[in-house]
């Protein structure tokens, strides 16, 4: 997998970690090696914004994902916008490290990537958002025992 990683934020980005594990990722779900991925990281303010201006939500997320729009000619996945300080929230109330908050939600961004989705109330909707959180659940107990997290 081919990162380009954008860190808009206050804070830094664990780069090494963020690499190894996106990697690790790819292999799980078989992706290209030359698979393109634009990971963005933003303070709450933009993210916020953005936010709003996409899903019409006034308040910063954890991880808004944008398909390619080159379309299936291109290897470019996409991009993934996070904000490192809902991540560091999150992280504190599920009792784990940012990492594995950080790794957890990247997981999440590729599934809404390839394809995924968990916000139809239809129960094709609901049987695809059980899908993918067993899923995303099952790859991030995999990755995380590799990782220590």
């Given at each position: ?13 664990p780069k ?84 594995a908050e ?48």
């Amino acid at each position: 997998m081919q990162l380009t990683l954008v860190n808009n934020s206050k804070k830094r980005c664990p780069k090494k970690f963020i690499d190894s594990w996106m990697v690790a990722l790819a292999k799980k779900l078989k992706l290209k090696s030359k698979t393109e991925l634009t990971l963005v990281f933003l303070d709450a303010k933009p993210a916020r914004i953005i936010n709003f201006e996409f899903r019409g939500r006034e308040y910063a997320t954890d991880i808004l994902s944008f398909e390619s729009s080159v379309g299936d000619l291109s290897s470019e996945l996409g991009e993934l916008v996070l904000c490192p300080s809902v991540l560091e929230k999150q992280a504190k109330e599920h009792e784990h490290s940012y990492n594995a908050e950080l790794g957890y939600m990247l997981i999440h961004g590729v599934l809404h990537l390839l394809g995924f989705d968990h916000e139809s109330r239809s129960p094709e909707g609901r049987k695809q958002a059980e899908e993918m959180y067993a899923l995303q659940d099952q790859l991030f107990d995999s990755l995380a025992t590799k990782f220590n997290l």
